[in-house]
């Protein structure tokens, strides 16, 4: 069992940053892969980025470029620094595991989940 706590989320202006993260528990987090994944009100949730457990990482294509995932496994957490935010990134952000090394871009691929982080971008 996995357990997952994601914090880092606020308001935050067009152009600028944020660092979420994502606290893991339980043994052999370095084994799973990780992603997050948004929600937008009235939107499905989508995949955002992702990391293997060899640290091999993938973006969606809204984000890439401004957005880096990584992953510090003495400490059991994943991060999403964002940056040059823009308002169509405001959602709840979620953090996810799967029980395999390889990333996965549906949500269906994902065993579990965290609560969510509010990130809300303003013009």
């Known amino acids: 069992q996995v357990q997952l706590v994601e914090s880092g989320g606020g308001l935050v202006q067009a152009g600028g940053s944020l660092r979420l993260s994502c606290a893991a528990s339980g043994r052999s987090f370095g084994s799973y892969a990780m992603g997050w994944f948004r929600q937008a009100p009235g939107k499905e949730r989508e995949f955002v980025a992702a990391?293997?457990?060899?640290?091999?990482?993938y973006y969606a294509n809204s984000v890439k470029g401004r957005f880096t995932i990584s992953r510090d496994n003495a400490k059991n957490t994943v991060y999403l620094q964002m940056n040059s935010l823009k308002p169509e990134d405001t959602a709840v952000y979620y953090c996810?595991?799967?029980?395999?090394?390889?990333?996965?871009?549906?949500?269906?691929?994902?065993?579990?989940w965290g609560q969510g982080t509010q990130v809300t971008v303003s013009s």
């Open positions: 996810a595991a799967r029980g395999s090394s390889w990333y996965g871009q549906s949500e269906t691929e994902y065993d579990y």
């Open positions: 990391i293997t457990s060899g640290r091999i990482t």
